[in-house]
Nanobody
Framework: QVQLVESGGGLVQAGGSLRLSCAAF????????MAWFRRAPGNRRDFVAGISRSGGSTAYADSVKGRFTISRDNAKKSVYLQMDSAKPEDTAVYFC?????????????????WGQGTQVTVSS
C-alpha cells in the first residue's frame, strides 16, 4: 500500500509555469506506474500525464502535450508535473495516482491509490 501527498499547487498567470510534486509513503514506489489526473469544476476526473515504473515511457493528454512534462525520481519516491505555458482551462484540482499495472495506463479505473489533490488556478 502507498500514500500519496501532492504539493505545489497555487495561482499562476496564463503563460506562466508551475511545478507539482507528489511524495509517496509506504510500499515500493518503483513498483508503480504513476500519473496525474485533474478535475475541473463540474467535470469528471481526466487523465493528464502518466509515467512508467522506470520512467522510460510517458503518456500525455492531447490538451497538455508539449506544455506539461511528467517525471519521477524513484530514489526520492516522488513524481512531478512541470506545467509550462499554462492556460486558464488548466484550472482544476490535480491528483496524483499510483497503479500496479504497466503502461502507464490512461484510465482512472486502472489506478489503485490516489492523493487528496492540489488546486491549480490559472488566471487570464
Amino acid at each position: 500500500q502507498v500514500q500519496l501527498v501532492e504539493s505545489g499547487g497555487g495561482l499562476v498567470q496564463a503563460g506562466g509555469s508551475l511545478r507539482l510534486s507528489c511524495a509517496a509513503f509506504g510500499d515500493t514506489f518503483s513498483s508503480y506506474s504513476m500519473a496525474w489526473f485533474r478535475r475541473a469544476p463540474g467535470n469528471r476526473r481526466d487523465f493528464v500525464a502518466g509515467i512508467s515504473r522506470s520512467g522510460g515511457s510517458t503518456a500525455y493528454a492531447d490538451s497538455v502535450k508539449g506544455r506539461f512534462t511528467i517525471s519521477r525520481d524513484n530514489a526520492k519516491k516522488s513524481v512531478y508535473l512541470q506545467m509550462d505555458s499554462a492556460k486558464p482551462e488548466d484550472t482544476a484540482v490535480y491528483f496524483c495516482a499510483a497503479s500496479w499495472r504497466t503502461g502507464p495506463p490512461r484510465s482512472e479505473s486502472s489506478y489503485d491509490y490516489w492523493g487528496q489533490g492540489t488546486q491549480v488556478t490559472v488566471s487570464s
